[in-house]
Structures are given as C-alpha cells and as structure tokens.
C-alpha cells in the first residue's frame, strides 16, 4: 500500500491538450496476437503498465521474444505461428483479467502442461463459463480448486474445434478469448453465445485486431460467430491508438470544472467504445467536438443529470458516479451488473465511497442513483482498483481535504496518472 496523497482543488478552469498512453485493452490483444502470428510485429504507441507486463512476461516465460523500448512505447515480438518452445510453466499474471482470460484459451491451442494463477482478487473472479467452452471446443482446462475461479490448469493438446456455447453476460472477455485462439484449432470453430451480450464494443475491438492481423470473423449478429480452420496471424507493423479509457477521466474534468479539454489521436474512426462517455457528457451540458484526430470537451456551467444504461461503457460507470453530486439533478446508471465481479465490487465500493464523501447514493441490483449534495472531505479507500482511484480523484479537483489511498494502485493501467493529471493546472 502506498501513502494516500490529497487532491488539490483546480484555482482555474483549465485549458489543455492531454496526451494519454496507449490502449490498455488493445495493447493485451495486440501482444497476444503478435505472439501467436507468424513472423515478427511491431506494436508502436503500446501501454506500458502492470497489465500489459503480465501478459509480456508471461509470453517471455513461454519462450517467445518480446523486446521493449518504453522510451518509444514499442513492443517487438518475434511469433512462432502459434507454437512456443515452453511445454510446462507457472504463469502469476496478478490483476490483469485479460491476460488471465485470453492466455487461457490461446494456451490451450499449443501442447504443454501450464497453471495460471493471480493475485488474491484474481482467484476470486469466475472463469468457469470460459472453460466450459473451451472443453467443448477439445481442451482439457479446469480450476486447480474447483470452485470456478483461478488458479486455471491447462493440458493442452491442441484444439480440435467444433462449436462452442458460452454465456455473454458475465464478460465479454470470455468471447474475446474464444476468438483470439480460434484461429489455431484443427476445425472450424462456431461460438455461440447465451443471453446478452455485455460490453458489446470490447468484442468488436477484438475482431477488430484481429481483422488488422489477417483473420476475419464471419459474424450473425451478436449470437453467432465462425472462424474458418487455416487461418493464421501474420506478424505486421501495428499503431495502437491511445487509450480512450483512460482519456475519460481528463474529459469529465473538463465538464466537472467548466474547461476544455482536448486529446489528440481519439477521433471519430477510433475502435474503442468507451470514446461514447463523451455523448453522455454532452447529455449532462457539456460542449463536445469530435474530429477524425481528436476529441475535445468544453464543460457547461452548470451539470445536469441523466439515466443512462452503460453496459456498453462500463469502465466509465465509476467517473460518472464521480461527477454525480455536482449535477443539478439525479443521475441513475443501469445494466451494469457485471463490474461487481471487477477488480472490486464496483457497485458497492461506489455507493460505500459516495457515502463516506456525504453524498445520497442507492446501491441498485445492476447500478446507482446518486442525489446532488455537498460533498464533505474524506479519506477514499481504493480497494486496489485502479479506476476506483481515477475516477474519484476527480472530486479532488472541485472539494478540498479529498485524498486518495493507495494511489499506486493506478499502475495497473495508467501509471503516471497523477502526473498528468497535474498538467490540468498549467
């Protein structure tokens, strides 16, 4: 744990141009990508941080070369066409959920025996509906402890393909991970999903990636989606775009304060769905421009407030409960049921620190409703969830005595956060 550190209220309305690192989620897909393709990738504009060195690490432990320059932002992997000199390892892939989820399945395509393991929250959040899914596709994969979370155990053979049927409203990281491997099983493969689909942009994202590197998905909707056997990535020169995750959180202080705000490399062709946090922005009084190189918002003079489902944008769930208590009116958010199974509980960890900030706040089965209020100094536990910290620093920049526990937790995807956040004030 790392000493809580005070957030100093804002004297002015900033006027800025925030520079944001690259995609954390993209960045993941692109590394497991590049080591699965054939041939060497080039990964230019990378996020260097907890998560992505999990899933680096793991790759290196695996024998696979990956060469950085955090200088540059640059990842050089040297991919084997899906096979990986290492036939037994012990990979701690600690918080990162998508190095869990997607090493998981791409580690069941190639031979070998592995254990997957994490950090004590990592062994809390399910998998289960994955494995099954991967079990239906020929792996054999199960939980160490059999109680559906990590430690995962793999002894792969390889995939045999076939058609798989796995749940879509417990992360859409499930999907993901099914995609990401598919290319490299014997047969076609067919995922079929059961219930909604949650966080339906993040697939795309990986389809996305994918596509980039050579593969394509025949899709039906969001029910039905086919990867032809034969295909294979190819290594490939790859620009990651910065990280609109994290690019949010300087958005809502433009709205928060009455600032403008602008980042540069998010525009309009972005694949990244949590760019839309600006339309919600817009909904509440602020001024938005979107151009195909940058995104800027202008805060309003006053906050209004809104409901809003955010299945789509989840990440964004606790920076809107952030800006909440200074709108004019309530704020509800909806359908987000899933991040209780997050880093945190986020709906609950939300509601607990709303309230220990003085504010009116109903914990709901899938969100929030929070009332404006006066917001009263206080001590925000972090819970080591890194958009827990984020996000409520924002209350920093309007109310004083706001401090922050564990501000290193931030790590996990945006290491220099609180030093960017500085450059609101020059």
Known sequence: MSAAIEIRPLERAPDAVIAVPGSKSITNRALLIAALAQGRSTLVGALFSDDTDAMASAWRTLGISVAEDRAAARFVVDGQGGSWPVDAADLNVRGAGTAMRFLSAALCAGRGRYRLDGDARMRQRPIQDLLEALAQLGARVYCEHDNGCPPVVIEAEGLAGGTATVAGDKSSQFLSALL????????????????????????????????????HCERAGDRHFTIRAGRRYQGRAYTIEPDASAAHYFLAAAALSGGRVRINGLGTHSMQGDVRFAEILAAMGATVKRA??????????????????????????????????????????????????????????????????????SELQDGLEIRPGTVQPATVETYNDHRVAMAFALIGLRVRGVRIADPACVAKTFPDYFARLEQLRQ
């Open 180 to 215: 990401l491997a598919a290319p490299y099983a014997r047969a076609d493969v067919t995922i079929v999903i059961r219930g909604a689909l949650i966080a339906r942009p993040y697939v795309d994202m990986t389809l996305g990636v994918m596509a980039d590197f050579g593969v």
């Open 292 to 361: 195909p190189d940058f995104i800027e918002v202008c805060g309003p003079a006053e906050l209004k407030g809104v409901d809003v489902d955010m299945n789509d944008i989840s990440d964004t769930v606790l920076t809107l409960a952030a800006l909440a208590p200074f709108a004019r009116t309530p704020v509800r958010i909806r359908n987000v049921a899933h991040i209780r199974l997050q880093e945190s509980d986020r709906l609950h960890v939300a509601a607990t620190e709303l309230q220990r900030l003085g504010v009116s706040v």
